[in-house]
């Protein structure tokens, strides 16, 4: 079945850093990728999608690459904020099944002022 | 942005006993959808339902559990009788379309004693 890997379980950073949580998926069709993000206490929040090759998804200055080669949508920021600690999660959409979504484990990002 | 909202934010119930988890999706949305995360675990998808019937449901979705949505109210889970290893947090998720993104509500944690 469909599958998403985020190889980081927890990152720590200071303001102003550059953030890369990697996210590599297994999937048998041809499936539109997400990022969400989720505040202590919240649901996840929709980040931003991407639905085809080398198309790049972006939004509050996060963003990602869909590659269908190395089957990876990585997510990056270039200088993060106190604010962007969060649990950040990738997910595929499998629009062949009702739009289902399969998540990652999610990351933790913990950012230090 | 839009809202999803989830009634109780907690239930401690008995092992047995019959459970009712309400969603309260955006208005204007017509898929809806839940997901379950046990503690320290991925979110797994349960289940989504469309124009009044169950589109795709997973493995996790035993014949316990049961979807409605009676007039256009809230959508319900219901897991009747309910065991231990029923406790998670119970997300619903709402979505205009079939590509959309999911609003996701704040979420339910369900505790079986």
């Known amino acids: 079945g469909d599958s998403v890997t985020q190889t980081e379980g927890q990152v720590a950073l200071s303001e102003e850093d550059f953030l890369t949580i990697h996210c590599n998926y297994s999937?048998?069709?041809?499936?539109?990728l997400f990022w969400y993000v989720q505040y202590p206490g919240e649901g996840p929040q929709f980040l931003f999608r991407a639905s085809r090759d080398k198309e790049k998804g972006s939004s509050r200055g996060f963003e990602a690459t869909y590659d269908k080669g190395t089957t990876s949508f990585h997510l990056r920021k270039a200088s993060v904020q106190e604010s962007d600690s969060a649990v950040y999660y990738c997910?595929?959409?499998?629009?062949?099944?009702?739009?289902?979504?399969?998540f990652g484990i999610g990351t933790r990002v913990l950012v230090r002022p | 942005g839009p809202k999803v909202l989830q009634i109780p934010s907690h239930q401690i119930i008995d092992m047995g006993q019959m459970v009712t988890l309400n969603c309260d999706p955006v208005s204007n949305h017509l898929y809806f959808y839940w997901y379950k995360q046990i503690l320290g675990q991925q979110m797994e998808f349960l289940v989504n339902f469309y124009n009044g019937k169950v589109m795709e449901k997973s493995k996790l979705f035993k014949d316990q559990f049961s979807v409605e949505r009676p007039d256009g109210s809230y959508f319900t889970l219901k897991i009747q009788p309910t065991a231990l290893e029923d406790s998670a947090v119970y997300f619903c998720?709402?979505?205009?379309?079939?590509?959309?993104?999911?609003?996701f509500g704040p979420g339910t944690r369900l505790t079986v004693l």
């Open positions: 998720a709402s979505s205009a379309d079939n590509y959309a993104e999911q609003f």
């Open positions: 997910a595929l959409g499998d629009h062949s099944a009702g739009n289902k979504l399969t």
């Open positions: 999937a048998s069709g041809y499936p539109a």
